[in-house]
DNA sequence: GAACGGCACAACCCGCGGTTGTGTCTCAGG
DNA sequence: CCTGAGACACAACCGCGGGTTGTGCCGTTC
């Protein structure tokens, strides 16, 4: 099966002759009649009866017709995402169940008919700016440090969201009554998060965090991802991690664990859009408008976060 | 862009190098580095970035990833629909604007992760039976006349659905303010019904109605298709068509029509399901529990009907 | 610095997919 | 009833796209 057997069985389909389909795509109509012949080989079903006066479709092709227009539809879609000027909006929000995400999918719904991309799985921010910078990347959600230095030659930043800090812990853990926590109270366990990989701008976070507040905060060991670390955190008494308020963390009901907020002062890990300034994908204007009006929703203002991000 | 190209796309991208997507799919590794060069150039856009450790996504590769599995995705679901066996449910509903494919969305929406292909325009019940028996088709919504002589091998139907006939007028047609009509005071007007191709059910069925209650039904003159039909009934104060209750039917404000129901007796168009007694297809097993648990809601068991109709 | 592992380029060659030519079937018209 | 037109299929041919083998280059590793 071959996007060009596909395309001539559309065509034929529309005009109801090989002929007709033939000269429309510039092929004689023994072509079309082999392409058809062997996508109904490769198939394994007739899609169409040959009369005299031309052809019409059979029960199986009048079934395969949607499917290929769909398919058509989305090697379009496929092309154009690549397809430099008047592509789709790329975004890039770090991980799928982040904050920054379900903002990104609360902008989808209110603006259904915005098709965008997004991207995950950037290294850090660093490489994110320099795609942004570049142009292969719209916007991205990220923490940004040192703003001076990095946010240079029209790339501009605007801060979306506070992402409250919360302790993770099993139902056996020393904090685990706790309702709310000091970072104070915090810096008498040890925190451990192996997903924080270094020289990242979360890396970069943590350690101030850390120094901040005098946290000891762990993040050695391999990374088996968010499934296996929940696994460890729930059959621990000990071990805690420490994620976002707006991270979306499902774990199975007998985990049992619990998220515990921090306070006095509460501790925010923050959120910037980045986006080129002379960047005009119309698209774009809708997710900052979008932001801009939900500006103080996502946001701690009285909360801490580094010194170095933008206010 | 073919889909061998794509697929081996997608090859590369999961294993992170030429060599082992070209041993996965059997081929060498210039033969890889050909595909994707092809496919680049047919993009206009470089999807990896070639290390001496193998290859890396771009950025383009990254948002063109997802568009790649789904475009082969789609491939797998068309190859799908045809393939004997194993395939999602086919459904003959005649029309999509019909009270039967309005059953068929329902009956979708309570079991969302039973796929369904919907199969429109075949001509009769007579090629639709035709394709039940033969096993092409699934199942078919239609009017059943004569059951005893079409209803052979194995072929069985109940009946699901009553689509009461209504009167369709614009609103200075002398009919407009009624609230209901008897057959009686059809009888004095015309009805147009140009839709109504002669030698199917449909035809049967009005031919009939007109025999029993002394109707004139004009079914001549070319079929434009319905909006073409709802601007000539909107224009005219003579003219008027009949239509089901359950038939969806959209027109401009303007156009200002009246659906007038009629009574003593109800006139129902009937529909029946109609199936193979050994097809053991999973879905259609569960459309039939589905329409057997309702089976009384969409029904009018005083109404009139032809006689050659299953009850 | 040599061996290794990875991708690209070059040359070759087979066969897929196109074209031309022809046969067959059906329907319309005289 | 015959004939011509129109439509699709089959056969033969052929060029080129896409595969293979062979080789080079480059960066990493020991």
Redesign the interface.
């Known amino acids: 099966?071959?996007?060009?057997g596909?395309r001539t069985f559309i065509a034929v389909a529309d005009t109801g002759q090989f002929q007709e389909a033939a000269s429309r795509l510039s092929l004689t109509q023994q072509a079309v009649s082999k392409r058809i012949a062997a996508l109904e080989a490769s198939?394994?079903?007739r899609?169409f009866v040959r009369t005299p006066r031309g052809v019409q479709l059979?029960?199986?092709g009048?079934?395969?017709l949607?499917?290929?227009r769909?398919?058509v539809e989305?090697?379009e879609?496929?092309?154009d995402?690549?397809?430099?000027g008047r592509r789709r909006l790329?975004v890039d929000v770090v991980k799928p169940n982040l904050g920054s995400a379900r903002i990104l999918r609360d902008f989808h719904s209110a603006h259904p008919e915005i098709e965008i991309?997004v991207?995950t799985?950037?290294f850090d921010a660093k490489t994110a700016l320099a795609?942004v910078r570049a142009g292969?990347?719209d916007a991205t959600f990220r923490a940004i440090t040192r703003p001076a230095q990095q946010l240079t030659d029209g790339v501009v930043a605007t801060r979306v969201l506070d992402d409250a800090v919360e302790l993770l812990t099993s139902h056996t853990h020393r904090l685990a009554a706790a309702t709310s926590l000091t970072p104070a109270e915090l810096a008498k366990h040890k925190v451990w998060m192996p997903f924080i990989a270094p020289g990242t701008e979360w890396a970069a976070y943590y350690d101030e965090l850390a120094a901040r507040f005098g946290l000891t905060i762990d993040t050695l060991g391999p990374d088996f991802g968010i499934d296996a670390l929940l696994e460890v955190i729930a059959g621990s008494s000990s071990l805690a991690t420490l994620v976002g308020e707006h991270i979306r963390l499902v774990w199975p009901a007998e985990y049992n664990l619990r998220r515990i907020p921090i306070r006095n002062p509460m501790l925010v890990y923050p959120h910037s859009l980045v986006w080129r300034s002379d960047n005009a994908h119309p698209a774009l204007t809708k997710l900052r408008a979008y932001l801009d009006a939900r500006k103080d929703r996502y946001r701690h203002p009285k909360a801490w976060s580094p010194p170095w991000t933008d206010r």
């Not at 099966?1 to 060009?4: A, E, K, S």
């Not at 995402?81 to 430099?84: A, D």
């Open positions: 099966m071959d996007f060009d596909v198939l394994g079903a899609l059979t029960i199986d009048q079934v395969f949607p499917h290929a769909s398919l989305a090697a879609r496929a092309a995402s690549v397809r430099p790329r991309d991207v799985h950037l795609a292969t990347l």
